[in-house]
Nanobody, 122 residues
Framework: VQLQAFGGGLVQAGGSLRLSCAAS????????MGWFRQAPGKEREFVAY????????SYADSMKGRFTISKDNAKNTVYLQMNSLESEDTAVYYC????????????????WGQGTLVTVSS
């Protein structure tokens, strides 16, 4: 089981970044995938979810309209397009997979990538 997240970096407030998460083929076809983030001193929080088929997505309220989750089945990769970034979006972002139909709870995700740091400067 392998998940590898990348694409983080330093961006100014109002800017954009696209995160990617490469997954092994078996995981990609069987599991739903999510993005979470964890800021310093805070708990890990749900960001977005995409179903196994890619036909269903869900977002945390504060990300709606700014973030978009998508997947490319041919590349076994899930993306998180982040626009209109704010300083409050600064965190380590993680991708994860879940065998559940849908979940926003970190403890219901089975496998995790290593995380990629996003820093938004104001």
């Amino acid at each position: 089981v392998q998940l590898q997240a990348f694409g983080g970096g330093l961006v100014q407030a109002g800017g954009s970044l696209r995160l990617s998460c490469a997954a092994s083929g078996r995981i990609f076809s069987v599991y739903g995938m999510g993005w979470f983030r964890q800021a310093p001193g805070k708990e890990r929080e749900f960001v977005a979810y995409i179903s196994r088929s890619g036909g269903s997505t869900s977002y945390a309220d504060s990300m709606k309209g700014r973030f978009t989750i998508s997947k490319d089945n041919a590349k076994n990769t899930v993306y998180l397009q982040m626009n209109s970034l704010e300083s409050e979006d600064t965190a380590v972002y993680y991708c994860a997979v879940t065998s559940r139909v849908f979940s926003t709870r970190a403890d219901e995700y089975d496998y995790w990538g290593q995380g990629t740091l996003v820093t938004v400067s104001s």
